[in-house]
């Protein structure tokens, strides 16, 4: 992971724009990962610790998150995370370029991790993951998209950004997260 750590560090596809420089990936020990879209100026920037804040504490999305993992039987601490884009940015305009750019990256950083479902929050990284345009995210929202990346099997499965902001990042990923229970309970991932 540091030899890509320092791609990261080493890219400006997009420009000079800041990246996590020490991790760009929370490693777990889950059968998913979950991927956002980039790094939040106020998260593991500052933490070096996904969701968490300087102090230790979980921030609101972190919270909205681990209400959900519990579903599955798993805590915040135990997840594999990252974001497509790597770069730090303050205009979400970028998003779209900034995730294509860094989609090497990520699937870079997936290839040794033990775990063959991807959790999208958000249409960016769901896009750049698949290589389409998303007219509209609530149409692919819960789907499960089967994906092949260097010869590795996935499913993808979009989910709703857990934000207090986001009045579905609750209540609409519950359905969600009990139908990815249901699915690795049956399969040995």
Not at 20 to 44: M, Y
Not at 81 to 100: A, D, H, P, W
Request: glycine letters at 6%; charged letters at 15%; proline letters at 7%.
């Amino acid at each position: 992971m540091q030899q890509i750590q320092q791609k990261i560090n080493n890219c400006n596809a997009c420009g000079h724009l800041p990246k996590l420089t020490k991790v760009s990936i929370q490693i777990g020990n889950t059968p998913f990962i979950i991927v956002g879209e980039s790094p939040a100026k106020d998260g593991w920037i500052q933490s070096n610790q996904a969701f968490y804040n300087t102090e230790g504490k979980l921030q609101a999305s972190g919270k909205i998150l681990h209400k959900l993992l519990q579903i599955l039987g798993y805590t915040i601490n135990d997840i594999y995370f990252t974001e497509m884009c790597k770069c730090i940015i303050t205009n979400r305009k970028q998003l779209n370029v900034c995730s294509n750019n860094c989609r090497p990256f990520f699937i870079e950083q997936i290839q040794n991790i033990p775990c063959s479902i991807i959790l999208t929050m958000g249409k960016f990284p769901t896009q750049a993951l698949l290589q389409q345009k998303i007219k509209t995210y609530a149409t692919i929202v819960g789907k499960q998209i089967p994906i092949t990346l260097n010869e590795k099997k996935y499913t993808v499965i979009p989910i709703y950004h857990p934000s207090p902001l986001n009045p579905k990042g609750y209540k609409e990923n519950v359905p969600i997260f009990q139908e990815l229970k249901q699915l690795l309970e049956k399969a040995p991932y």
